[in-house]
């Protein structure tokens, strides 16, 4: 199984493609669109870009699911959990 | 010139063409002719419920398949369509009334009545006649679907299309990019926009592919249905630039190796794109650099919802930092004072439908030429540059004119500003509102790209101070159009007291 927070984090960084922004600084409790500018645009590069990294259907997902993940870690938490449906199933 | 509008009415599809939509959670893909022969039932089925010529219907949802069956079946019986787009428009009793409504289709629940669910249209619809109906037949000035523009202020205008544009636009990208066997399109932006739907006519009458998506799903739908076209618009392309950019960095651990951009272009957009097509709203110069840096040729044009298309980059006819030549049926016309109008054999309409007083007037002149407001040249090979709006002209008190837009986008280009439009208090000093592009806000960075611009730039093209904003300018928010165009006098009366304030914001 991935790592998935540092896939998330790692994935944050390369959407948000800040030279400065460091994917171990981020604070996964802040708000993405609030802390990091996150466009709804930017939000959904990010999710399709996990999901490809991770090999994670991106079916698990509706668009009321992404509208629902407002931080990082609702992020990992949503994708750790469509992980581990994947390796079950 | 043949009638696409009367083809499409009246001749199947060729064979062995296919639509495809995409969504979050799957994709459906069919043969054009089904498409066709889902939108002949559709028309039966409107036919049915008192839908007739000139009537009105309209539609309000995410892009899906009966959004395109409903657009067919309408221009099949001579109906008009009036797209709404999700967020600009509130489904209420007073939208019917307002537009003449007879009946809107919808994703969004409603109890409003002659409010009908989009999605169980296909459940609805009568089995497949024996004969199909005599087709309708267009002039060029009948009106075949009302266009909202995204305009900067106010409530959305309205505007009636005429076929004879939609025909010309039809035939001017053909001719410049030859759709054909082998083209799969990609439509993500809202079908709302009739320009998007051009894509699909184009599909029924000259055979190729094409593959819509929801906008959630562009990203992985792209991916799924590697298109060799790609229909855009600069923010999703300066999206797809980050990805790349950031994917290219980390496999090759430096920024800027050509070989990994291509490598990462190739595995965000798909092995096929032969070209990505933008429009709408400025480009940043970076950005089309960079897509052909990784070797996707990208096309700029240029044109308005009152103009259609006016100007195109294309294959056989492209140069950098131009919008394009003129397309054939359109006549660009810049004033002594370099503002640029355009007329046209077509044109999409003379006035609007639905607009406040004076807007008509203002727009167009009594020939129906269009007064864009945007200001520009034609270099010595035909080729159209823009150099900003009218409206961004600022006249100093020593009357020097000095256009924003450069400065703007120079303030831009760094990393630390998402936007930055630029005011002129008093006449005297020029003061930007930059938009951040994270929090904690980067001040160090800001000021250094101030004094940057400011070296680049003349010297009574000097911003003497910027004020942060708040928050990032969004659509949500109401500081961007659904363009993602900043809106200047949204974006002024937010900050109008620190932009007025002698020390507010940051000095260079």
Redesign the interface.
């Known amino acids: 199984m991935p790592n998935i927070e540092q896939l998330v984090r790692d994935s944050f960084v390369d959407v948000l493609n800040e030279p400065d922004l460091q994917s171990g600084g981020l604070n996964i409790d802040r708000d993405m669109a609030d802390e990091y500018g996150l466009t709804s645009l930017n939000k959904i590069l990010l999710i399709t870009s996990i999901c490809d990294e991770a090999q994670i259907d991106l079916r698990h997902f509706t668009e009321h699911d992404l509208a629902d993940m407002r931080t990082l870690r609702e992020v990992i938490d949503a994708m750790s959990r469509a992980s581990r449906a994947r390796l079950v199933s | 010139m043949q009638s696409l509008i009367n083809r499409l009415v009246s001749r199947r599809p060729k064979p062995g063409f296919r639509i495809s939509f995409n969504r979050?959670?799957?994709a459906t893909s069919l043969d054009l002719e089904v498409l066709d022969d889902l939108a002949e039932r559709a028309a039966a089925y409107l036919r049915a419920i008192g839908i007739g010529p000139s009537d009105r219907i309209g539609l309000l949802a995410?892009n899906c398949l009966e959004w395109v069956v409903l657009d067919l079946a309408a221009l099949k019986i001579k109906a008009v369509t009036a797209g709404f787009e999700a967020g600009k428009f509130a489904i209420t009793p007073d939208l019917l009334k307002d537009y003449g409504l007879k009946v809107l289709f919808t994703d969004q629940a409603s109890d409003v009545p002659n409010v009908r669910p989009i999605g169980t249209l296909l459940e609805a619809l009568p089995p497949a006649a024996a004969t199909r109906a005599k087709p309708v037949r267009y002039s060029a000035d009948d009106v075949t679907t009302i266009k909202f523009t995204s305009g900067s202020t106010g409530r959305p205008k309205g505007l009636g299309a005429c076929v004879g544009s939609i025909e010309s636009s039809l035939h001017a990208v053909q001719e410049m990019f030859s759709h054909g066997a082998g083209d799969k399109l990609f439509v993500f932006l809202p079908l709302s926009l009739l320009q998007q739907r051009y894509w699909i006519y184009s599909a029924l009458l000259f055979g190729h592919d094409v593959a819509v998506s929801?906008?959630?799903?562009?990203?992985?739908a792209l991916?799924r249905e590697q298109p060799t076209v790609v229909m855009g618009v600069p923010?999703?392309y300066e999206?797809?630039k980050?990805?790349i950019?950031?994917?290219a960095r980390?496999r090759a651990g430096v920024w800027g190796d050509r070989a990994a951009l291509r490598e990462a272009a190739k595995h965000a957009l798909g092995p096929n794109v032969r070209y990505l097509w933008t429009g709408s709203a400025p480009a940043n110069p970076t950005m089309l650099r960079f897509f052909e840096d990784c070797g996707v040729p990208i096309f700029e044009g240029y044109g308005m919802n009152e103009t259609c298309i006016v100007t195109k980059n294309h294959p056989g006819a492209w140069k950098p930092g131009s919008v394009g030549r003129v397309v054939h049926g359109k006549q660009v016309l810049i004033g002594p004072d370099g503002t640029i109008s355009v007329r046209s054999d077509h044109p999409v309409n003379t006035r609007y439908m639905y607009c406040a007083p004076g807007d008509s007037e203002r727009m167009f002149a009594p020939d129906g030429t269009v007064r864009t407001g945007d200001l520009g040249h034609i270099d010595e090979d035909g080729f159209l540059f823009i150099h900003g709006r009218a409206d961004d002209v600022i006249v100093l008190e020593n009357g020097k004119k000095i256009i924003v837009r450069p400065m703007e986008e120079h303030m831009k280009a760094n990393?630390?500003i998402?936007e930055c439009v630029i005011f002129c208090v008093s006449q005297s000093h020029l003061i930007a509102v930059a938009s951040?592009?994270?929090?904690p806000v980067?001040e160090g960075a800001i000021v250094r790209q101030l004094s940057l611009t400011n070296s680049s730039f003349g010297p009574d093209e000097q911003i003497k101070r910027v004020v942060v904003a708040d928050?990032?300018f969004?659509?949500?928010n109401g500081l961007l159009t659904s363009q993602y165009k900043p809106k200047r006098q949204q974006i002024l009366e937010k900050y109008r007291s620190e932009i007025n304030r002698p020390h507010g914001g940051y000095h260079a």
């Not at chain 2, 929801?214 to 992985?220: D, L, S, V």
């Not at chain 2, 951040?436 to 929090?439: C, G, L, M």
Request: glycine share 6%; net charge neutral.
């Open positions: 979050l959670d799957g995410k929801t906008y959630e799903a562009a990203f992985a991916r923010a999703f999206m797809l980050k990805e950019d950031g994917k980390r990393p630390a998402q951040p592009a994270r929090r980067d928050d990032p969004t659509i949500e």
